[in-house]
């Protein structure tokens, strides 16, 4: 049994959560996930690493309430315990030999950027931080990444904090301008990294997206983070979770996220009505 060592709410839809896992932690590098269940009978739930204390033996979570999974998991609090949590799985984040780098991360995407971030900070190279949301209300980890990044931008879908506008609107500026960046990491929704892949590919500029927001199961046996790289076949969950953004075909990719959407809608509404039910 796994405990939960510290929870928060980060916005209303996003939770963190810091989960006392030693074997986990000791091993966990950024870029790679972990895979829990709620109870002995939930599902699996793929979630990156968004931090990690080797001397503490934990582990930190950032989930958005999406589905029945999630929902469940925001329902358990500090001092509670999880049966499962296996990790970490899937390929680290490649760093090494990086000097310049942008990291660009999406809504809850960006808990997954920031470790990559921090670790790239970590190691002197010179880190551009560009993070969007939808409105300001939904703004996470804004001083995390300040902490670690020589240039931050902040983008708003309306305007209401930071700059109005997505991403790509400060990343196609600095590209424009002359910025010379060994590579550009990107995290977060399907369509936001496509267009951040398309705007790089113009200038050259090698592109890695992390394809976490497909995966389910996490093993490759379910076959929903099937994608296509450069024609060929790959799992998110073991052959990545990170790709090069320009061999990515994210129509593709896109398409196969939207399968179960509806679903997912269902299995949590009749989550939170049990709930509702148990309160009452």
Known sequence: MYQIVSKKSLNPTVTKMEIYAPFVAKKALPGQFIILRV???GERIPLT????????GTVTIIFQIVGAGTEMLNHKNEGDYIPDFVGPLGRPTHTEGLKKVCVVGGGVGCAIALPVAKALCAQGAEVTSIVGFRNKDLVILEEEFK???????????????GRQGNVCVPLKELLEKGEQFDEVITIGPLIMMKFVCMATKEYGVKT???MNPIMID???MCGGCRLTVGGEMKFACVDGPEFDGHLIDFDEAMSR???????EMREREETCNLFKKEVL
């Open 39 to 41: 109870d002995e009978e």
């Open 147 to 161: 902490a670690c990044s020589k240039d931050f931008h902040m983008m708003t879908d309306d305007g209401s904090y």
């Open 218 to 220: 996490g093993t490759g």
């Open 208 to 210: 890695i997206a992390s």
């Open 49 to 56: 690493i968004a931090d990690y204390d080797r001397e503490k």
């Open 257 to 263: 996220s939207r399968a179960y959407a509806d679903f």
